[in-house]
């Protein structure tokens, strides 16, 4: 079964530095996200992309924050300059339509981003 | 704006008992959709059963059943005969016609006592 996959599963940074969680969705997919997740809270949107470009981002998803597809398979979230309150969970998803209630979007397993 | 309300924090159930985890939403939107996911300690988010706003039946997938109550606003999820392995953390969420990003609740952490 397709699914989608990140890397790293956990990564660890100093306060300040730039960090790039990658994400490879499910093969046929068109449109990508990225939510967060701060320890013991709820999952939190931050960005959807779809067609090389932003279709909606959060108030989260300020100017520390971008996301690429810099080829067919990879889609990227770049956090310029870490800070101690990035420190969460990050996920990515795809779904292979939007525009309608049943969004169903295929999450993968997160990647741990602990910054210090 | 969408808002999803999850009012218990954490349950404790017995093994093999029926739970009801609770969930009511907030949306001015006629088109919705309605999710619940499953979060193990590993952290992954499993999908577990969708109920669209427009289907007049309850959603059922194996052991999980959605109660949806359209005019109360709730979607409680129904799981029968409750295992271990169910022990997690159940969020329900959220999805529109007119939006791309699914709005979760914070989220039940169940318990599943031997």
């Known amino acids: 079964e397709p699914e989608v996959t990140q890397t790293p599963s956990h990564q660890v940074t100093q306060m300040g530095q730039e960090v790039i969680l990658r994400c490879v969705p499910i093969?046929?997919?068109?449109?990508f996200y990225w939510y967060r997740q701060i320890l013991g809270q709820k999952v939190e949107f931050l960005v959807s992309?779809?067609?090389?470009?932003?279709?909606?981002k959060s108030e989260i998803f300020d100017d520390q924050f971008s996301v690429e597809r810099p080829d067919g398979s990879n889609f990227t979230l770049k956090i310029r300059s870490t800070k101690l309150e990035d420190s969460a969970m990050y996920f990515c998803?795809?779904?292979?339509?939007?525009?309608?209630?049943?969004?169903?979007?295929?999450f993968g397993p997160g990647t741990r981003l602990t910054v210090l | 704006a969408q808002k999803i309300t999850q009012t218990q924090p954490g349950m404790f159930v017995q093994e093999k008992e029926a739970v009801t985890l609770d969930c009511t939403y907030d949306?001015?939107?006629?088109?919705?959709?309605l999710f619940w996911y499953k979060q193990p300690s590993s952290g992954e988010m499993i999908f577990l059963i969708y109920?669209?706003?427009?289907?007049?039946q309850n959603a059922t997938e194996g052991r999980y059943s959605l109660n949806f109550q359209k005019a109360r606003k709730s979607a409680n999820l129904v799981i029968s005969a409750s295992q271990l392995g169910d022990s997690a953390m159940y969020f329900c969420?959220?999805?529109?016609?007119?939006?791309?990003?699914?709005?979760f609740g914070k989220g039940t952490r169940l318990h599943i006592l031997p």
């Open positions: 998803a795809s779904s292979e339509s939007s525009g309608s209630a049943y969004n169903e979007q295929f």
């Open positions: 992309f779809y067609n090389n470009e932003i279709s909606e």
């Open positions: 109920q669209g706003s427009y289907d007049e």
């Open positions: 969420a959220m999805s529109s016609r007119r939006d791309d990003k699914i709005i």
């Open positions: 949306t001015s939107d006629q088109s919705y959709g």
């Open positions: 093969s046929n997919h068109l449109y």
